[in-house]
């Protein structure tokens, strides 16, 4: 494959965007990040072999950007951001104490899934929320499948641990 068109480029920056931005909760360190990711990938564009899909290669850079990040900064922010919420809370048939009440628990969520463990995160977010194949996830962690397994499996039980059981019953 030749290097990445402009049009690639643009097609794949919104969603490892995303991605940063669900691992770093900063917009700014989001698109440093992924620039950063970008122009990596463009150095070392000879690297690609094509046996995964580019966006699934970009995607690894990323997380490796991401995780050197993490190593870097002692302590990372927690800027608000809600594009990532898992349900439509502005949803006219709920009420406003409806919304309110929904709008807590994807605060909280969001601040359980920022406090999981640095080795489970990516695996999670990858997979759950971003939607890659654990097969994929494990290319991009440069793991194995079974460990992407229990890295998840590990994030939803301490996420729902971490739920408050008044959350547990809406």
């Known amino acids: 494959m030749s290097r990445l068109s402009e049009e690639q480029v643009a097609m794949y920056y919104p969603r490892l965007f995303r991605t940063a931005l669900r691992l770093t909760g900063s917009r700014e360190d989001s698109a440093d990040l992924t620039q950063q990711a970008f122009l990596k990938a463009l150095s070392r564009w000879g690297q690609f072999d094509g046996r995964c899909r580019p966006a699934t290669w ?12 993490f190593r870097r900064k002692a302590r990372r922010s927690t800027e608000e951001f809600h594009e990532w919420a898992l349900v439509d809370i502005a949803s006219d048939r709920n009420s406003v104490a409806e919304r309110l009440d929904r709008q807590e628990q994807l605060d909280f969520l969001r601040r359980a899934i920022e406090d999981l463990p640095d080795d489970t995160r990516p695996a999670f977010v990858a997979a759950v929320i971003d939607g890659y194949t654990y097969r994929e996830v494990a290319e991009m962690l440069s793991i194995p499948v079974g460990t992407v397994a229990h890295r998840i499996y590990r994030a939803r039980r301490s996420l729902r641990n971490a739920m408050p059981e008044s959350f547990m019953e809406a």
Do not use: A, E, M, Q
């Open 58 to 69: 970009l995607h690894g850079i990323l997380l490796n950007c991401v995780r050197d990040w």
